[in-house]
């Protein structure tokens, strides 16, 4: 796997400060995050760099707390139709090896950068077998966000479990992990640190893609001092 450094622009723009437009409902969604699933949050974190606060916030960003949460994906979906047809694109004609970090933020917000980071010619050659012998119904849960942090169901390919073990925490978050510390390895990104960049990543596929919600790091970063506070004055249940 190569290893990319990706440093900002130089006339890149700071991150807005943190501004609280309506405290109490962002404190009642974080302690609804915090009480469902704060136990099984730490212990995913307990042998990982990625702190307890982070993963609750992103859980804040992509579900609002709720495991069962998902979405299917239409692009990804024709996507991943076409190569079990024996067909090899390019996700959404993205080759997100090339781009660099200027350009990354000149393109629109959407999720085609972070699909084209999964959806490779190598993925096409190396699953197109096992696509091809997967029903429709196996191919739209696979075009499907999962759970806590909507996990995509195409991370499963070639790998241990089902798709719907996404929907059970404590392997929810383990993937999580998992897909967390492939960020910080190809980006050489310190997990405990650069968390602003990390929530690029799980959002466009690259620390300084853009964000469909303009204000998703902010409010990231906005949950995470909620959930470190409330970390800190009450244990998680359990």
Same mark, same amino acid.
């Given at each position: ?5 990706? +440093? =900002?622009?130089?006339? /890149? ?11 109490? @409902?962002? #404190?009642? $969604? ?6 469902r699933c704060g136990a099984v ?12 606060e982070f993963l609750g916030a ?51 917000p959407n999720d085609a950068t ?5 959806? +490779? =010619?190598?993925?096409? /050659? ?11 119904? @196996?191919? #739209?849960? $696979? ?96």
């Amino acid at each position: 796997m190569n290893v990319v450094r990706i +440093t =900002p622009p130089a006339n /890149a723009a700071k991150p807005p400060a943190i501004a609280v437009s309506n405290l109490s @409902a962002e #404190r009642r $969604l974080v302690e609804c995050v915090f009480e469902r699933c704060g136990a099984v949050i730490a212990e995913a974190c307990a042998a990982s760099s990625v702190p307890p606060e982070f993963l609750g916030a992103l859980v804040a960003n992509e579900s609002n707390g709720y495991g069962d949460a998902t979405r299917f994906e239409p692009a990804v979906y024709r996507h991943l139709l076409a190569v079990a047809q024996g067909q090899s694109p390019l996700y959404g004609s993205i080759n997100v090896t090339e781009l660099d970090d200027e350009i990354s933020e000149l393109l629109p917000p959407n999720d085609a950068t972070l699909h084209a980071r999964y959806l +490779t =010619p190598a993925f096409a /050659a190396n699953h197109s077998a096992r696509l091809r012998s997967l029903a429709d119904e @196996a191919l #739209r849960e $696979l075009a499907t966000s999962w759970g806590y942090t909507q996990i995509m169901g195409y991370h499963m390919v070639g790998q241990p479990g089902t798709v719907r073990q996404l929907l059970e925490p404590r392997f929810h978050f383990r993937m999580a992990i998992r897909l967390l510390s492939a960020f910080a390895v190809d980006y050489q990104l310190d997990p405990a640190l650069e968390f602003g960049e990390l929530f690029r990543c799980w959002n466009t596929g690259r620390p300084y893609g853009r964000t469909f919600d303009p204000d998703y790091v902010v409010k990231g970063l906005q949950r995470m001092e909620i959930y470190r506070q409330l970390s800190r004055i009450r244990p998680a249940a359990r």
